[in-house]
């Protein structure tokens, strides 16, 4: 992979690609955490340039929903959306609206040539709804984790 996103492979890039691919929609601090078990030496400094440098490489993906840090995922390359939990915050992949899709299409593109829409949905997750602790979904891992 990031040979052929035209990026040298050094053990920094390799332990945090492998710390997203384990951990989607962990943050910076969660994804240093993941490195460091694998490379321990490794600086903050560094899991910020490689998580940089993978992004801009487009082999990995950043979202940031308002009133959170930001997040990566190694999903990329097609048209997912997320759904965040109000209450806990955990962040689950939802596909792509099928059939009609108004406010996939913006009325007016002011001359952008648009080629992503990003669409965030935002609720409760099945166990806060149903007012359980968050640890008690099957779905869930901490924020920090991401999800499985």
Same mark, same amino acid.
């Given at each position: 992979?990031?040979?052929?996103?035209?990026?040298?492979?050094?053990?920094?890039?390799?332990?945090?690609?492998?710390?997203?691919?384990?951990?989607?929609?962990?943050?910076?601090?969660?994804?240093?955490?993941?490195? *460091?078990? *694998?490379?321990?030496?490794?600086?903050?400094?560094?899991? $910020?340039?490689?998580?940089?440098?993978?992004?801009?490489?487009?082999?990995?993906?950043?979202?940031?929903?308002?009133?959170?840090?930001?997040? $990566?995922?190694?999903?990329?390359?097609?048209?997912?959306?997320?759904?965040?939990?109000?209450? &806990?915050?955990?962040?689950?992949?939802?596909?792509?609206?099928?059939? $009609?899709?108004?406010?996939?299409?913006?009325?007016?593109?002011?001359?952008?040539?648009?080629?992503?829409?990003?669409?965030? $949905?935002?609720? *409760?997750?099945?166990? &806060?709804?149903?007012?359980?602790?968050?640890?008690?979904?099957?779905?869930?891992?901490?924020?920090?984790?991401?999800?499985?």
């Amino acid at each position: 992979m990031l040979r052929g996103a035209g990026l040298r492979v050094t053990r920094p890039r390799m332990a945090v690609l492998s710390a997203v691919f384990e951990h989607p929609h962990a943050d910076t601090d969660s994804i240093l955490g993941a490195t *460091r078990a *694998r490379l321990d030496s490794v600086s903050h400094q560094a899991v $910020y340039d490689v998580l940089h440098a993978l992004s801009t490489a487009g082999l990995l993906r950043r979202l940031q929903p308002p009133g959170s840090v930001a997040r $990566y995922e190694a999903r990329v390359g097609d048209n997912h959306h997320h759904v965040v939990c109000r209450s &806990c915050g955990v962040i689950v992949d939802v596909d792509c609206a099928v059939g $009609y899709a108004p406010c996939l299409t913006a009325a007016d593109g002011a001359g952008f040539e648009i080629d992503e829409a990003e669409v965030i $949905y935002w609720g *409760r997750c099945p166990a &806060c709804a149903a007012g359980q602790s968050p640890a008690a979904s099957p779905h869930r891992t901490t924020p920090e984790e991401g999800t499985s």
